[in-house]
């Protein structure tokens, strides 16, 4: 197909560039920006690499955000075409991260050649933060990179992750914030014993129900205009010897996660956590683990360009949503960024026969560059 868009994206889909690995997909879009002058860092860490890039040297950053990694395929014979030989049927490409999101990348930087052919003095910079390493665990990808940004002083004025965030139809919805994520490693101390001798025994699994009960029966907060209320999810219980029936267990562990909104953070749970398990009179120990702070891009510029534009080539105006998984959106609030998530249809996101519309990518190519033109040559 005669599209640089779909092009790109067919070239970095048939590299199965499973996360962490990037396998040589940034190499193909270093190459691209190299014809443009892009200042280049790669900035890799451990099994992670991870490139910054950005054209222009003053004014205000506009930075792009995305990722080469892609999720497992799963078993390749349950898809109609080799997900990683990208297929065109019927106006769709087929391929796993056709959606998720080697083609929201190709379409950012489509259409950042397009704009800095038409605009090669522009003021502002365009920036460019690609990692392989948001399928997996984020540790040495988007986060790290920002933290090195911060320790240079360096400014991200407004951020677009390339995510796909659109539902029905593209660019129905903006995530304009995402809820935190903590989870909560629980051990209950109890006294091992014999089942007919339950009296000289205390069973962690009898102790700790009315706990688990009010755990996830509390009402945590009301959310807020932006957020749902915070939820939680008990993923694991585990306790017991073997399959032996007289023996009750002296440990139990439970596994917990939080999701979480801007009326509360780690502190505030792991003291109601604590509070609760206190009430019970558990014997305990606790360990957390924060994924992802809940980040928030209040009303303002970059949503109403963005929202602006969206309605002028789709004919309506895009919904904002909090809702999903964790991005990494929530690094780049740190860095102090209006922070916004938009990119293609999340129908086929992470399934088999990933596949994403090939105009609709066209036309985000558009937005994209519209949002270049109207951000960077004030
Ligand atoms: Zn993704």
Same mark, same amino acid.
């Given at each position: 197909?005669? &599209?640089?868009?779909?092009?790109?994206?067919?070239?970095?889909?048939?590299?199965?560039?499973?996360?962490?690995?990037?396998?040589? &997909?940034?190499?193909?879009?270093?190459?691209?920006?190299?014809?443009?002058?892009?200042?280049?860092?790669?900035?890799?860490?451990?099994?992670?690499?991870?490139?910054?890039?950005?054209?222009?040297?003053?004014?205000?950053?506009?930075?792009?955000?995305?990722?080469?990694?892609?999720?497992? $395929?799963?078993?390749?014979?349950?898809?109609?075409? %080799?997900?990683?030989?990208?297929?065109?049927?019927?106006?769709?490409?087929?391929?796993?991260?056709?959606?998720?999101?080697?083609?929201?990348?190709?379409?950012?930087?489509?259409?950042?050649? @397009?704009?800095?052919?038409?605009?090669?003095?522009?003021?502002? @910079?365009?920036?460019?933060?690609?990692?392989?390493?948001?399928?997996?665990?984020?540790?040495?990808?988007?986060?790290?990179?920002? %933290?090195?940004?911060?320790?240079?002083?360096?400014?991200?004025?407004?951020?677009?992750?390339?995510?796909?965030?659109?539902?029905?139809?593209?660019? /129905?919805?903006?995530?304009?914030?995402?809820?935190?994520?903590?989870? $909560?490693?629980?051990?209950?101390?109890?006294?091992?014993?014999?089942?007919?001798?339950?009296?000289?025994?205390?069973?962690?699994?009898?102790?700790?129900?009315?706990?688990?009960?009010?755990?996830?029966?509390?009402?945590? /907060?009301?959310?807020?205009?932006?957020?749902?209320?915070?939820?939680?999810?008990?993923?694991?219980?585990?306790?017991?010897?073997?399959?032996?029936? %007289?023996?009750?267990?002296?440990?139990?562990?439970?596994?917990?996660?939080?999701?979480?909104?801007?009326?509360?953070?780690?502190?505030?749970?792991?003291?109601?956590?604590?509070?609760?398990?206190?009430?019970?009179?558990?014997?305990?120990?606790?360990?957390?683990?924060?994924?992802?702070?809940?980040?928030?891009?209040?009303?303002?510029?970059?949503?109403?360009?963005?929202?602006?534009?969206?309605?002028?080539? &789709?004919?309506?105006?895009?919904?904002?949503?909090? /809702?999903?998984?964790?991005?990494?959106?929530?690094?780049?609030?740190?860095?102090?960024?209006?922070?916004?998530?938009?990119?293609?249809?999340?129908?086929?996101?992470?399934?088999?026969?990933?596949?994403?519309?090939?105009?609709?990518?066209?036309?985000?190519?558009?937005?994209?560059?519209?949002?270049?033109?109207?951000?960077?040559?004030?």
């Amino acid at each position: 197909m005669n &599209c640089p868009i779909i092009q790109l994206a067919q070239q970095l889909i048939k590299i199965p560039s499973i996360s962490p690995n990037d396998y040589g &997909c940034q190499k193909i879009i270093i190459d691209r920006f190299k014809k443009y002058n892009f200042l280049i860092e790669i900035m890799s860490f451990n099994d992670t690499t991870n490139l910054w890039a950005y054209h222009g040297k003053q004014g205000k950053t506009l930075a792009f955000i995305g990722h080469t990694d892609v999720v497992t $395929a799963g078993v390749i014979k349950d898809w109609s075409y %080799n997900p990683f030989i990208p297929t065109i049927n019927n106006g769709f490409l087929y391929g796993r991260g056709s959606a998720d999101m080697k083609g929201s990348l190709a379409s950012m930087i489509v259409a950042a050649e @397009r704009f800095i052919n038409t605009f090669p003095n522009h003021i502002g @910079r365009l920036a460019f933060l690609i990692t392989s390493d948001e399928e997996s665990k984020a540790i040495n990808g988007t986060k790290k990179v920002i %933290n090195e940004l911060i320790a240079r002083n360096e400014q991200i004025d407004y951020c677009i992750v390339g995510e796909p965030s659109s539902n029905i139809k593209l660019g /129905d919805i903006i995530k304009h914030g995402r809820r935190g994520s903590l989870t $909560a490693k629980l051990t209950i101390k109890g006294t091992q014993g014999h089942i007919a001798y339950s009296h000289l025994a205390n069973n962690p699994i009898h102790s700790s129900l009315p706990f688990l009960n009010e755990l996830i029966n509390k009402k945590w /907060d009301n959310g807020n205009i932006f957020f749902p209320p915070t939820s939680v999810q008990i993923f694991n219980i585990n306790a017991g010897i073997g399959n032996s029936n %007289n023996v009750i267990p002296g440990e139990l562990v439970i596994l917990f996660n939080f999701r979480f909104n801007t009326e509360l953070n780690e502190e505030k749970i792991s003291k109601k956590v604590k509070t609760i398990l206190k009430k019970y009179k558990l014997d305990y120990k606790i360990e957390w683990s924060l994924s992802g702070h809940p980040f928030l891009t209040k009303k303002n510029e970059l949503i109403d360009i963005t929202s602006k534009i969206i309605k002028l080539h &789709c004919g309506y105006h895009p919904k904002l949503l909090t /809702d999903g998984g964790i991005s990494d959106g929530r690094f780049l609030s740190q860095i102090g960024a209006q922070v916004i998530e938009l990119g293609p249809l999340n129908k086929t996101i992470h399934k088999i026969n990933e596949c994403i519309n090939i105009i609709d990518l066209q036309q985000l190519s558009i937005i994209y560059q519209q949002i270049m033109q109207k951000i960077l040559l004030i």
